[in-house]
């Protein structure tokens, strides 16, 4: 069974603060991904990874950075934390072709 | 154009009847769309999937129909029940590995 977990439920920051959040994936899949979900608006892709140490940006990228040194394990950084950055993060990862995507718990970020 | 417009955004439905959610796409690069499914709490997981030269796939309750021509597909769950409440959302994929999402529906299925 694919397991996609991320190492917070609930975070809390400091606007200006930099702000890690972790997902690690137990599949040795290709392909692992970062959405926000906001209400009305969907699963909004901000960066994606086919590699280790390789990335894309997705669609929403501004004021994020993502680091991928393991295959397992792909890592989203937000390097000046804004409210307008406040939201649910969800990690998902896949193999080669994207058809199913795995997807974590996610991770609720309030920016004060 | 890579948007999947997706509605509505909320939907009430009595126990035993059909919920039906509708999306609709513009890029004809799309090549297989999916339809996930979110309880609260939880990520989005893979419901059911259809590929474009396909009309129709069925899976238990729930089925999807796809018009090409129109560049449209839906979701119908018959005999909704109460534990399908969740948040539903609707997706294309891109080049083989960028999912594209709807908006997502809330479904409220009434006991």
């Known amino acids: 069974d694919v397991k996609v977990t991320q190492s917070s439920r609930y975070l809390v920051k400091r606007t200006g603060e930099k702000v890690f959040l972790e997902c690690v994936q137990d599949?040795?899949?290709?392909?692992m991904f970062w959405y926000r979900q906001d209400p009305g608006l969907g699963l909004r892709l901000i960066y994606f990874s086919y590699d280790v140490k390789m990335k894309e940006k997705g669609d929403i990228p501004e004021g994020y950075s993502v680091s991928r040194e393991k295959k397992e394990r792909f890592s989203l950084i937000l390097e000046s934390a804004s409210t307008n950055q406040t939201s649910m993060y969800l990690c998902?990862?896949?193999?080669?072709?994207?058809?199913?995507?795995?997807f974590g718990p996610g991770t609720r970020l309030l920016v004060l | 154009q890579q948007q999947v417009k997706q509605s509505p955004q909320s939907l009430i439905v009595q126990k035993g009847g059909i919920s039906i959610i509708n999306c609709a796409y513009e890029?004809?690069?799309?090549?297989?769309f999916p339809w996930y499914q979110q309880f609260p709490g939880k990520g989005p997981a893979l419901l059911i999937a259809i590929r474009p030269d396909v009309s129709e796939k069925k899976e238990g309750r729930f089925t999807i129909s796809f018009n090409k021509s129109a560049k449209q597909f839906s979701l119908h769950i018959m005999d909704s029940q109460p534990g399908d409440s969740a948040t539903y959302f609707c997706?294309?994929?891109?080049?083989?590995?960028?999912?594209?999402f709807g908006a997502g529906t809330i479904l409220r299925v009434k006991s």
């Open positions: 890029n004809t690069a799309f090549d297989y």
């Open positions: 599949m040795d899949h290709e392909n």
């Open positions: 998902a990862s896949s193999l080669r072709r994207a058809e199913t995507q795995y």
């Open positions: 997706a294309a994929l891109f080049v083989g590995n960028k999912l594209v």
